[in-house]
């Protein structure tokens, strides 16, 4: 597992997941050649179930994020492990903007966590075979 380059990530949340996903799966930090290269898509959809009849705003949200991942080996494009981890977060909205926004970045981290623990588990189990 420690061979396994990952592909930076675009996005704020892509960057906690690859980060995540680094320590995961090389927690030594220590320098490996490359055997395979990690690459995952990212889409990630905001949704505000409940809204405050008086003021007209959202009080909460839910992020659904989807991670696509491709594990291949360097040089080849044939795929070893391949698939889609996702996870939905939800965080409380309030009138302060900085609020919001720290809460969705919050979220974030927690779902980057949560998707690199699957993402880790499904290649381990894969490559274990």
């Not at 680094?22 to 030594?28: E, K, P, Q, S, V």
């Not at 990630?44 to 009080?59: C, E, K, Y």
Request: aromatic share 6%; charged share 20%.
């Amino acid at each position: 597992l420690a061979a396994i380059e990952v592909v930076p990530i675009p996005r704020r949340i892509g960057y906690f997941l690859a980060r995540d996903l680094r320590f995961a799966l090389n927690g030594t930090g220590s320098t490996v050649t490359p055997k395979y290269r990690l690459t995952i898509i990212i889409s990630q959809n905001v949704q505000t179930p409940l809204i405050d009849t008086i003021s007209g705003r959202a009080t909460s949200a839910t992020s659904v994020i989807d991670a696509a991942y491709s594990l291949t080996p360097v040089g080849s494009d044939t795929a070893v492990a391949e698939g889609v981890a996702f996870t939905a977060v939800s965080y409380d909205r309030s009138s302060q903007n900085f609020a919001n926004i720290r809460a969705q970045r919050d979220a974030e981290i927690r779902a980057a966590k949560t998707l690199a623990d699957q993402i880790h588990v499904r290649i381990a189990s894969k490559l274990a075979r």
